[in-house]
């Protein structure tokens, strides 16, 4: 069973020409369309998150100044991210998606979520919107979920780095952040060596691989680095950062993914949930709306445990070599920080 | 080490206040004979639109230099992925080896109201390298 957020109106977030564009909601509505679930597919309302829930990931002063901004007419927040006199409004029903389909799932005990919004949210830091995200839809989600007393899992496979997640949980011990990204590339975090604060250490797992990487080679980064950390820390909950911009086809960067390997990635991160109806998929970037629709059609099959046909998953790419450097720099700095640690609680 | 810099880097993204960083780092860079890199910092648009700064701003950087009569051939460039505070960051480091990076108060995107803008401030912060904060020509003296 899938469970996903009934989409709102959300034509009046666009900028004309931008790639973070209404379009992509409805490609990824086609996406699920492909899947034929019938009765399988459970369409929950939209809600917006209350101001409580969105302080326990922003500052109250950044939500009062995007409000106003947009009440205002919105414009250009930065070279890459705009808003309008509607964002706010759905950026607030984004960020609450989340919050209404776990809700669902906890219910019932069973299925599987898929927050499907726009704007994406994984660059929005706790004090500023940034990368075409204005609020942190998957932070906002995790940090309810960890209010509860739950362990939160983040795999962030959107082909950028998940700055905003990564700085708001960056000293969380109940937030486990597990990023693969291309780099260097935007936003220029997401390097081995930042592994979490002194209070929640080795809670940070950052994979980054070069350009043209394929998906043998981002899956082995996930199982040999990230797999071990992800064991040690038993989540109870498991939240996928599901940006497609790391298709072969996407424009804004230069992976070289299938929906295939989306969908192997999915069955990975699906095998961590602990239990049935704990498990959410995120939608973040992801912008040639074709990949968009196949990328979103094979991940939803292969958390529902079916098997579309989607594209071959791709093999023989660069990184391989990347991934040895990042376990030797991420074993290197986890050394420095415990000793750094140690010291302080010495002194 | 060298008792002065011998490579210095300026962030430029054609802001009133990168042009008045980019201007001081030519004179002194003329005076030290430097190497002066010029550090760009691509956004996600900058990528999606495939902008080259070198074509969009080159005329101006080619304006400045005649002004200050810096040798062209001790200018480059460098396109960096990412945020400018990140890109700004790794100066020091393959593949631009500065010794001293440059920066405005305030970028292009950074409102005024603040006397020092949050890269400027967070560079300050953080860089492993000396950071000059060439103070914006507006800034009320104080």
């Known amino acids: 069973m899938l469970i996903t957020n009934e989409v709102p109106d959300d034509s009046g977030h666009e900028d004309p020409g931008h790639p973070e564009r209404p379009d992509r ?37 950044y939500l009062d100044e995007l409000g106003a901004f947009c009440y205002e007419g919105g414009g250009d927040i930065d070279e890459d991210t705009y808003a309008t006199y509607d964002s706010w409004p759905l950026a ?23 927050v499907a919004v726009r704007p994406p949210g994984h660059h929005a830091l706790a004090d500023r919107a940034m990368g075409f995200c204005l609020l942190n839809n998957v932070a906002v989600t995790a940090a309810a979920l960890r209010a509860a007393g739950e362990r939160v899992l983040v795999v962030d496979w959107d ?8 700085s708001i949980f960056w000293n969380d011990p109940d937030v486990l952040y597990v990023s693969t990204h ?84 999915a069955t990975w991160a ?58 030797r720099e991420r074993a290197s700095t986890l050394t420095l920080v415990m000793e750094q640690r140690a010291a302080e609680e010495a002194s | ?25 030519m004179a002194t860079g003329r005076y030290l004979d430097a190497h002066l890199v010029l550090v760009h910092a691509r956004g996600l648009l900058d990528r999606y639109e495939r902008r080259d700064p070198r074509g969009l701003l080159g005329g101006v950087v080619a304006d400045l230099a005649a002004r200050h009569a810096f040798d062209p051939t001790r200018l480059s460039w460098h396109v960096g992925d990412g945020d400018a505070c990140s890109v700004l960051l790794r100066c020091g480091a393959a593949p631009v080896f500065a010794d001293l990076v440059v920066v405005g108060s305030r970028g292009r995107d950074e409102h005024a109201g603040m006397l020092i803008g949050s890269t400027s401030l967070q560079l300050a912060e953080r ?15 104080y």
């Open chain 1, 25 to 61: 909601l409805v490609a990824v509505r086609d996406g699920l369309s492909d899947l034929g679930l019938g009765d399988e597919l459970v369409t929950i309302p939209a809600r917006s998150a209350t101001r409580l829930e969105l302080l326990r990931v922003h500052q109250g002063a």
């Open chain 1, 270 to 327: 699906a095998g961590l949930a602990p239990a049935p109806g704990r498990l959410a998929v995120f939608l973040e970037g992801g912008y040639d709306l074709g990949a968009l629709r196949h990328s979103v059609a094979a991940t939803l099959s292969a958390v529902l445990g079916d098997a579309t046909a989607s594209e071959a998953p791709t093999n023989g790419g660069p990184g391989a070599d990347q991934i040895g450097r990042t376990q």
């Open chain 1, 159 to 166: 082909v950028h780095h998940g700055n905003g997640t990564q």
């Open chain 2, 127 to 141: 860089s492993p390298i000396p950071v000059v904060i060439v103070p914006s020509a507006t800034s009320a003296p």
């Open chain 1, 182 to 265: 291309q780099w260097p590339l935007f936003p220029g975090s997401g390097v081995p060596s930042e592994v979490g604060g002194l209070a929640a250490i080795d809670g940070i797992v950052n994979l980054p691989l070069p350009a043209g990487a394929t998906g043998d080679v981002v899956a082995r980064a996930l199982e040999e680095v990230a797999a071990p950390v992800i064991d040690a820390f038993a989540p109870t909950w498991v939240l996928i950062s599901a940006g497609f911009d790391g298709h072969r086809d996407d424009p804004m960067a230069d992976f070289a993914l299938s929906s295939g390997d989306f969908a192997h990635l």
């Open chain 1, 92 to 114: 607030q029903l984004a960020a609450g998606a989340g919050l209404a389909v776990v809700d669902e799932l906890t219910r019932r005990g069973t299925g599987v979520g898929f």
């Open chain 2, 1 to 25: 080490m060298s008792t002065h810099p011998r490579t210095i880097a300026v962030g430029f993204d054609g802001s009133p206040d990168a042009i008045g960083a980019c201007s001081w780092a």
